[in-house]
């Protein structure tokens, strides 16, 4: 069986998805924002355990082998914590996430796609922590950076505020890294930036020191 793109999208009464052995196929795996955009109330996702191709652990949607992270459902509270086996994270698979507060990502988890929205929505993120072995990446006072501090990935809008001091090391921002700061009034911007070259803050509705 196949679910199709836009499935759920907008099911305002929907609060749990049960996903049955039958399922092989399921479109989210194109970005949570195709299948379920609009679904805000799911709190978790179910998988038959005899489903072939799925998995589920405390309603997070998985592979069957615990390899990839699929989705986390809209609704869900508290803090992610991705298992160790998992090494790749579907593009969108935290998007709109507005009750997690904390993502906790180990050593193995490096495949995270920029720009992909994948941190797109989580109103309520305090902050991430990150596995010191990490190759690529760690966390800075919550925020999400790369593991030589040049690239600002994401800053939680809790962790911003309303105002916030990029981080002396940082060379590049991602498109999104602002993405989710809606009380940011001003950015303290290092001189190690080049502005002209810096798309990613252009436009935007900030004061730049």
């Given amino acids: 069986m196949i679910i199709d793109t836009y499935n759920f999208s907008s099911c305002d009464g929907l ?21 379920l955009r609009g679904s805000d109330f799911i709190e978790k996702i179910t998988v038959d355990e005899n489903n072939k191709v799925y998995k589920d652990v405390d309603g997070i949607l998985y592979s069957k082998d615990m390899t990839t992270l699929i989705t986390v459902p809209d609704a869900w509270k508290g803090v992610v914590e991705i298992p160790e086996t998992v090494t790749t994270t579907i593009n969108g698979a935290f998007n709109g996430c507005h009750s997690v507060t904390e993502i906790v990502i180990p050593a193995a988890t490096e ?12 109103s309520s993120l305090k902050g991430y922590t990150v596995d010191e072995e990490h190759k690529y990446l760690k966390s800075v006072n919550g925020a999400l950076l790369s593991k030589d501090g040049t690239k600002l990935v994401h800053v939680p809008n809790l962790v911003a505020g309303t105002s916030y001091d990029i981080p002396d090391t940082v060379e590049v921002i991602f498109n999104e890294a602002f993405s989710d700061c809606i009380e940011l009034k001003t950015i303290e911007v290092p001189a190690s930036m080049d502005l002209q070259t810096s798309h990613s ?8 020191f």
């Fill in 15 to 35: 609060t749990s998805l049960h996903i049955p052995a039958s399922v092989e196929v399921f479109s989210m795996e194109q970005g949570k924002q195709v299948c």
């Fill in 111 to 122: 495949n995270f796609d920029e720009g992909s929205g994948i941190f797109y929505g989580l």
């Fill in 201 to 208: 803050l252009q436009g935007l509705p900030f004061t730049l």
